[in-house]
Nanobody
Framework: QVQLVESGGGLVSTGGSLTLSCEAS????????MAWYRQVSGHQRELVAF???????TYGDFVKGRFTMSRDNAKNTATLKMDNLQPEDTAVYYC?????????WGPGTQVTVSS
């Protein structure tokens, strides 16, 4: 069973920055794809960033260079650094781990950007 714990959410002003972290309780963390999704109440969950086991990455179109995802395989951690945050970035951010056809989700962390 994979357990994911997110941290780093909170309240920030427009233009500010936050860094989210996701720690995974797994062995062979380097074999997992790791992703961040976000969800606004009443809307579908959308991909923010995905980093594969080979280090290649995909970002959501709305990111536009503002966010950077990374992973530290020695610490079983995936990180999302978010800069120039806007009110429309307000959402619950979820960490997801995947390997083969299996996926696991963290409980989510709230990010609120005040205007």
């Amino acid at each position: 069973q994979v357990q994911l714990v997110e941290s780093g959410g909170g309240l920030v002003s427009t233009g500010g920055s936050l860094t989210l972290s996701c720690e995974a309780s797994v062995s062979a963390f380097e074999t997992y794809g790791m992703a961040w999704y976000r969800q606004v109440s009443g809307h579908q969950r959308e991909l923010v960033a995905f980093i594969r086991s080979d280090g290649s990455m995909t970002y959501g179109d709305f990111v536009k260079g503002r966010f950077t995802m990374s992973r530290d395989n020695a610490k079983n951690t995936a990180t999302l650094k978010m800069d120039n945050l806007q009110p429309e970035d307000t959402a619950v951010y979820y960490c997801r781990a995947s390997r083969h056809i299996a996926t696991w989700w963290g409980p989510g962390t709230q990010v609120t950007v005040s205007s």
